[in-house]
Every structure is written in structure tokens, then in C-alpha cells.
């Protein structure tokens, strides 16, 4: 008898010893699969370069050598990237305008005319977006050309196709996600259903979160075959009763066949934290995992995600440290 509780108590600390081992190694692996690359909020990535804001300066950070260079610029906020030019929405000299910055030459240049507090701009070749007072507006660095496109807010581009939120375009519906054809001037209305915003444009893929339930869910709507999907769930009642769905709306991102995104509620659609969505596969895929409630910016370049803590949703003594992940480099952590 004294034999068995003997082996008993041996096995009951072996498994303990494992289990232990086994939770030490799990938070190893999550703790290696992403980086700190930076201190600051709105991370944008392109190419080997990630650039974010810490409120005072915008940094450029190098993912080749790990250089850091701060390109100075005071009260700037919302950056974005495309292949050598920087542009962000500045305060500086106490009115709102738009900075434009050339990485080979460190010159920078400014759009003031028609730029509001809340102008967050968005570039893709030569040609920038952004809204003010309503309106949207591109600019075309290669001639110098401002022009009115739309009324609503919030547009991407991509090419020579602007997309953006409207509630005042389209006669037949209250709210509206909108598409512009640069070389037509033409005008179609993508989505009309829900409650849609933040609209982002890659290739033929249009997404955007619906914000009619908590936090959102978010749709894809292909302009070459017309088709609308679900990526992430919307408000529903799991096998149990409880609700689910709805938690994946506040910050969302394209390129190429990956869709990224924050999900902050832990229920029967998966836990809470960064995801990546693969267009060709339709998998999701958590690859890190926060608790409840937490919200992040990620952002996705070929194979390597970066994010920040949301200042929309956390205040500046939050946690508020740049981070990657590599695809190339970890293996995913698939749900």
C-alpha cells in the first residue's frame, strides 16, 4: 500500500513537473514569435520599413538593419507608407495640414488646402487621399493636381480605385461604402447594408468593418466577381445560448491575400488578440493572443505583421510598445 501511494505522489509530481514545463515553453514560444521594434501609436509598414508616431515625431524604422531614424515633425499623427514617401497628418505650426516626406532626399512638403483636425491621409503610387469637412479629396504629387471626388470620410486607395464612407451620396441608402475610378470619374456604391465604415482597398478585394453590433465584424466584397463574404463573424447566439460574434471591427487591414485585424472578446468565434485572415484558404488565424478588451492596430506587409495599443481606446499611460511578427520567421497559431 505504501508502495502505491508511493508511485502515486511520484506520478502526481511528474505530471506537475510537465505541466509546468509545458506552460513555461507555450509562453517562451509566444513571447519569441514577436519583436519591439518601438514606442508609439498608428504603425504602418511597406516594404522592409515600418513607421509609426509617438505623438511628437515620426520614426522610420529599418526591418534590414534596425536603424531608427526620426524624422522631425511635431503634433503628428495617423502616418502612412508607400515605397519611398511618407505622409501624416501634422500639427506642428498649430493648423492641420498634411506633411509629405521623400525618404531618399529628407525633403518634406505640405498639403494645407482643405485639411481638417480629423484628415488622415492614405497613399498608394503618386496619389494621396484624405477627407475633410465631409468631403474627399486626392492629390496627385506627379502634377500637382488637388481635386474633390466625394463626399463622406475615411477612403483608401489603391491604384486608381479610391474607396470611402458616405451617408449623403447615394439617394436609395442611408449609409454606404462608395468606389471611385480615378480614370472614369465614376461612381458605385459597394455596400449599403449594416452599418459600414473604415473601408480598405487591395487589388480587386474591397473590406470594411460593419459597426451595427459592439465592435463589428468584417465583410470582403471582390469587384471582379461581385461577390460579398463574411470574414468574421456577426452578433450571434453560440449552441449555448451566448452571444458571439461582433468583436472584430475597430481596426482593419489589406495586402495582398492577408486581411489582419483585433478582435477583443474571448467567445465561441476564438480568443481575443491579433489575427490574420488568408483571402485564398478563408482560414483565420490568431497570431497573438491579449486578453479581453484590449485593443490593437495591426497593420500587414507580405509575411510580417506589426501593431500598436489603439490611442482611440487607451490613454498614454497604457502600454503603448510597437510590435512584429514575422510569418517567414514563426509558425502560426491557428484557432
Do not use: C
Request: aromatic share 12%; glycine share 6%.
Amino acid at each position: 500500500m505504501k508502495n502505491k501511494r508511493k508511485l502515486y505522489s511520484v506520478t502526481l509530481a511528474s505530471a506537475f513537473l510537465v505541466f509546468v514545463f509545458l506552460i513555461l515553453i507555450s509562453a517562451a514560444a509566444s513571447a519569441a514569435q514577436i519583436t519591439k521594434i518601438g514606442t508609439g501609436y498608428d504603425p504602418a509598414i511597406y516594404g522592409n520599413e515600418v513607421v509609426w508616431t509617438n505623438g511628437v515625431v515620426i520614426h522610420l524604422y529599418n526591418l534590414t538593419d534596425g536603424t531608427d531614424i526620426k524624422v522631425s515633425s511635431s503634433g503628428a499623427s495617423s502616418p502612412d507608407i508607400y515605397d519611398n514617401k511618407l505622409v501624416w497628418h501634422d500639427e506642428s505650426s498649430g493648423t492641420p495640414r498634411l506633411a509629405v516626406y521623400d525618404i531618399p532626399t529628407a525633403t518634406k512638403t505640405y498639403i494645407t488646402q482643405d485639411v481638417d483636425q480629423y484628415s488622415k491621409p492614405a497613399i498608394y503610387g503618386d496619389r494621396i487621399v484624405w477627407s475633410a469637412n465631409d468631403s474627399v479629396y486626392l492629390m496627385n504629387m506627379s502634377t500637382s493636381t488637388q481635386t474633390k471626388i466625394g463626399n463622406g470620410s475615411n477612403p483608401d486607395i489603391y491604384d486608381t480605385k479610391v474607396v470611402y464612407y458616405s451617408y449623403s451620396e447615394d439617394p436609395e441608402a442611408d449609409i454606404t461604402i462608395r468606389m471611385y475610378d480615378i480614370n472614369t470619374k465614376e461612381k458605385v456604391t459597394v455596400t449599403s447594408y449594416g452599418d459600414p465604415n473604415i473601408p480598405h482597398i487591395w487589388g480587386t478585394k474591397v473590406i470594411w468593418a460593419d459597426v451595427y453590433n459592439h465592435q463589428g465584424y468584417i465583410a470582403m466584397y471582390d469587384t471582379s466577381t461581385n461577390e460579398t463574404i463574411d470574414v468574421t463573424h456577426q452578433l450571434d447566439t453560440d449552441p449555448d445560448g451566448n452571444e458571439y460574434g461582433a468583436s472584430t471591427g475597430t481596426h482593419i487591414a489589406i495586402q495582398n491575400d492577408k486581411i489582419v485585424y483585433n478582435k477583443v472578446v474571448d467567445d465561441y468565434e476564438g480568443k481575443p488578440g491579433v489575427y490574420v485572415y488568408n483571402i485564398t484558404t478563408g482560414q483565420n488565424t490568431l497570431v497573438y493572443g491579449y486578453l479581453e478588451d484590449v485593443y490593437t492596430t495591426p497593420e500587414v506587409y507580405n509575411n510580417t505583421i506589426v501593431w500598436g495599443m489603439d490611442k482611440n481606446y487607451v490613454d498614454g499611460a497604457e502600454s503603448n510598445d510597437i510590435y512584429l511578427y514575422n510569418f517567414s520567421e514563426q509558425h502560426e497559431i491557428s484557432q
